[in-house]
């Protein structure tokens, strides 16, 4: 009975305070990913807090950077695209006037008045910038976190030691230096994944003679970044730069870049990811389908590097799933009982965050 009441209270208490360990779990990928910069930095002679605060500079100056490189375009592409609404609707209309499949739209999309789409969405935008501030809160008290955390390692390690008892603290240091692969991992393959598809809007771009390829180029490979989200905010906007230069062109160009989203979601993403965070391609899959369906699109950006982090959980604290034998072999096992009770000797007595220390030390051996 104390353990069902146990498994209850802790499933309540993880419903209630999931927002709070989804902003822990923001912070500690952020850290993953920024902390191997800030030792780079430390190594070539700058001090922590310095090194942290040009780390933090680089990356608002890239933020400000694409943003002055992509929302210049959009913009004036959307400004043209409500100028020349009328004018574009007739031309769909006439289109869809060609084939007998389509003829029947084509009534509606001539008489259609764009004014009641823009009445509708504009409710629905207060209803999302509502929800969009309480995100924004979360993602600062995450950003803070995760300053805190890279300003003083040190004692933010001492506090989670001071918790954990000291018996695993050897593998607790394990732990985390593999969390912070596995993030650097999941953000070099999204680089790479990003990367490419940038690099295939812009010769599609160059190719068919379009304007500020450079400029769609770097938001498609920004909204790579979003799953399942992504493909359809890089499709509207090439679309909309291909409208005025025909209908076959702009269909040519939205089914090419279609085309490249499938190969890249079947294939490149489960085989790079696959390869960087030791998951199957149908564990990432599942992964992305699941994140997605729990907490929508922050569920599927952190999907994989939770994944792999509760893979990489499971063979640490040795456990043994159904039907797999454990993969630690028995001179693995021996080896990490002497570094455990060597830790133990060394500890004796000493401060959490000397503990601390000299646990990542062992570990890193």
Do not use: C
Request: hydrophobic share 55%; glycine share 6%.
């Amino acid at each position: 009975m104390l353990v069902a009441a146990a498994l209850v209270g802790g499933v309540w208490l993880f419903v209630r305070l999931w927002p709070v360990l989804l902003a822990v779990s923001v912070a500690l990928i952020v850290v993953g990913t920024l902390n191997p910069v800030v030792g780079a930095l430390e190594k070539r002679g700058l001090k922590r807090g310095p090194a942290v605060a040009a780390v933090l500079f680089a990356v608002v100056a890239a933020t400000a950077g694409i943003a002055l490189v992509t929302l210049p375009a959009l913009w004036a592409e959307l400004t043209r695209v409500l100028h020349d609404l009328p004018t574009i609707q007739q031309q769909v209309a006439t289109y869809f006037e060609r084939s007998a499949l389509t003829a029947p739209l084509a009534e509606s999309i001539r008489h259609a008045d764009p004014s009641k789409l823009f009445v509708a969405s504009s409710r629905e935008a207060v209803q999302v910038s509502s929800r969009l501030g309480v995100w924004l809160g979360w993602a600062a008290t995450s950003l803070a976190l995760a300053v805190y955390v890279l300003v003083d390692p040190e004692r933010s390690q001492g506090t989670l030691y001071a918790i954990v008892p000291r018996q695993y603290h050897v593998r607790l240091a394990r732990i985390m230096l593999n969390l912070e692969a596995i993030v650097g991992g999941y953000v070099r393959g999204q680089l790479l994944t990003s990367a490419a598809i940038g690099v295939y809007v812009f010769a599609l771009l160059t190719a068919f003679r379009l304007p500020n390829a450079t400029a769609f180029a770097t938001f498609a490979a920004v909204a790579d970044v979003i799953p399942f989200v992504g493909g359809a905010l890089t499709l509207a906007p090439l679309a909309l730069v291909a409208l005025p230069h025909g209908t076959v062109m702009t269909i040519s160009l939205v089914a090419l870049v279609i085309v490249y989203q499938e190969i890249e979601n079947r294939l490149i993403v489960p085989r790079v990811y696959g390869r960087v965070l030791r998951l199957s391609a149908v564990a990432v899959t599942l992964a992305l389908v699941i994140g997605g369906e729990l907490l929508g699109i922050m569920g599927a950006l952190l999907a994989l590097p939770i994944a792999a982090a509760l893979r990489m959980l499971v063979e640490e604290l040795r456990v043994e799933l159904p039907g797999q034998p454990l993969s630690e072999t028995p001179e693995e096992r021996a080896a990490a009982e002497r570094a455990e009770e060597t830790y133990a000797a060394l500890t004796e007595g000493a401060p959490a965050e000397e503990a601390a220390a000299i646990a990542v030390a062992i570990a890193k051996q």
